[in-house]
């Protein structure tokens, strides 16, 4: 009786582990989650919360990620179904979201399947995006060797 008890445990917190798992799902079937959140800049995030030395405006340029309603903080896979959402921080920042995909918990990036937007179409994402995409093709065409990238707008 005993060892059925502790085989069962055993069998409980492996399975509750492959949930989180992430990439070990070869199909990303089985360990797909939806969870809600805001979207923020990771780096004014940091910022604010430990005093990261996060310049924003000159490197990551308010890229957006996502704040659970736990408080956790996750990166998102620059993908096809990323790009725009990390991009398009002026029209999504401190917006509510729900994201479904996958949670990659060492490394809390998580990678969207598919996500809603309070209040914003994904068109109006696409274009946000492609703007920033071009403006900051543009600039750093500037930019010169030793020297960081200079950037026109502010958080």
Known sequence: ?????ILT????????TMVWA???DKNKGLD??????????????LKKMSGAN?????YAHHAIGFKAQDGTLWSIVDNE???????????????KATITGWLYPLAHYIEIDTITVEGVSMDEIQEEALREDK????????????????MAHEH
């Open 81 to 95: 179904k990323g790009h725009d959402i990390i991009r398009a921080h002026k029209l999504l920042e401190k917006k």
């Open 1 to 5: 009786m005993f060892r059925k008890g």
């Open 22 to 24: 992430g990439g070990w």
């Open 135 to 150: 403006l900051l093709a543009k600039r750093l065409l500037t930019r010169e060797k030793g020297k960081v990238p200079t």
């Open 32 to 45: 797909k989650i939806t969870i809600t959140g805001e979207l923020v800049c990771i780096g004014c995030s």
């Open 54 to 58: 996060a310049q924003c405006n000159l």
């Open 9 to 16: 445990i055993v069998v409980v917190l492996l399975a509750s």
